[in-house]
């Protein structure tokens, strides 16, 4: 306010905006005066999608907004965000009804335009495949391992020496068998940004029986739960699981063969919050992962040692109905996604059976392998917003096309009906770290 006259004389005028939202229908007067004299030579603002326009009158000067040329995808500081800003529809003059979101997106100031564009892609729904698939693979490890526990090399030995085996202490190879694994289960699915994190927790039951001298068949079934944690993302999955699998030993050569199926039954839960706005988004969905394997091993060991070279070949499967958040303006419309991939595994495993004083069966075991993954290991998933917009694609932590598997345990066993075992893995690859621990009870029948 200037009591006298106004001398502009092409001054710069900077406008500070703060967090709020700017229609361009609004006028603010920034100069009253009994006289204005000239103009604003420059005008400028720290909004990244309005332009400050100046009016003048004898007394007053007033400013008011309007959207400049300035794409949305322009402040994106990723691809998944510029996928996101393209797919935007802008209200216009004809539009009865705009979004909030975008409505608050186009008045923020240029920090926080990359900030808003990250949240709204809501790029971390791209990630719940590798997260699902992460969590299912302890239960197709678990039935290797107990395939594994069957047949030491001692059991076959070339001399036909079976006084340390295993199996002895796990009842005839005639015999049935029952076992239960507790599975704990931790790992980090790594980003350009913010990391996800899951911890995985369950149980499986099983049961097997020999067919012949060389088949053995079983089945089994197991629940779990996982929680997904991430800045971006919380989320939970209640899954259940089936399998089957069938081993052959024939001498030092053992043939491993496994199918599961698994179902999963998910929510997330995630906040977008800029410029005023406020969002809690919820999703709910199904999904279903199904995974099968074939491995060789040949037991190149003698008496109480085996020394089994393997190689493996896996398939993996991975089919998510599409959902829609339920929430406000900034809610997707998550479109359904599926993954298949093939993977073979290369590796060495070790053990050794002592035999205590008391009769007992100690076995330490350790293995090591190269994983190593074809096919397309991107992991996109198709979405838009539930209230306009165009689909765009958002890419989240791709498989790992190699990876390290580690697996270190001790079992004991009790007697000839009952064993005692617990173990370590870790998974360790390029775009991601997983790490378990599984405890495991068998009893021959």
Do not use: C
Request: no cysteine; net charge negative.
């Amino acid at each position: 306010i200037v009591e006298g006259i106004a001398a502009l004389e092409n001054a710069s005028l900077e406008v500070a905006a703060l967090p709020g939202n700017y229609p361009d229908s609004s006028d603010y007067t920034v100069l009253k005066a009994s006289l204005v004299e000239g103009k604003f030579g420059s005008v400028t603002s720290n909004l990244a999608y309005m332009t400050p326009k100046l009016s003048y009158s004898k007394t007053d000067v007033v400013l008011n907004y309007a959207r400049n040329e300035v794409p949305i995808e322009d402040f994106a500081a990723d691809d998944n965000a510029r996928a996101f800003g393209q797919s935007v529809a802008e209200p216009t003059a004809k539009t009865s009804e705009s979004n909030a979101a975008v409505t608050a997106l186009l008045t923020t100031d240029k920090s926080t335009a990359t900030y808003a564009l990250e949240q709204l892609a809501g790029d971390s729904n791209a990630n719940l495949a590798k997260a699902t698939l992460n969590s299912d693979s302890p239960v197709s490890a678990s039935l290797l391992s107990t395939m594994r526990q069957l047949d030491r090399a001692s059991a076959y030995s070339p001399r036909g020496n079976r006084s340390n085996s295993p199996r002895l202490a796990a009842g005839s190879p005639e015999n049935g068998r029952v076992w239960l694994q507790a599975l704990g289960h931790g790992g980090t699915l790594d980003r350009d940004h913010y990391a996800l994190q899951t911890s995985t927790k369950g149980l499986v039951l099983g049961a097997d029986w020999g067919v012949d001298e060389e088949w053995r068949v079983g089945v089994m079934g197991g629940k779990s739960e996982t929680r997904l944690d991430s800045r971006e993302l919380d989320g939970d999955l209640d899954s259940w699981h089936l399998g089957a699998y069938a081993l052959r030993q024939s001498g030092p050569m053992s043939l491993r063969l496994g199918a599961t199926y698994s179902n999963h039954d998910a929510s997330t839960k995630r906040r977008v919050a800029f410029n005023g706005f406020s969002d809690r988004l919820e999703g709910r969905y199904a999904a279903s992962t199904q995974q099968a394997f074939a491995e060789v091993g040949y037991n190149l060991g003698r008496a109480n040692v085996s020394i089994e070279p393997f190689a493996s070949l896996g398939y993996q499967r991975y089919q998510r109905d599409g959902y829609t958040e339920k929430g406000g303006a900034a809610a997707l419309k998550v479109h359904g996604q599926t993954q298949n991939n093939l993977n073979s595994t290369f590796g060495l495993r070790l053990a050794k059976i002592n035999t205590l004083d008391n009769g007992m069966q100690l076995t330490p075991r350790f293995s090591a392998g190269w994983k190593h993954t074809y096919g397309d290991i991107d992991i996109d998933t198709r979405q838009r917003l539930a209230t306009g917009g165009k689909n765009f694609t958002v890419s989240g932590a791709p498989l790992d096309r190699d990876s390290l598997l580690v697996d270190a345990g001790l079992d004991l066993g009790l007697s000839a009906k009952h064993t005692l075992g617990v173990g370590l893995n870790g998974d360790i690859g390029t775009d991601s770290r997983n790490h378990g621990v599984m405890g495991q009870w068998r009893m021959a029948f």
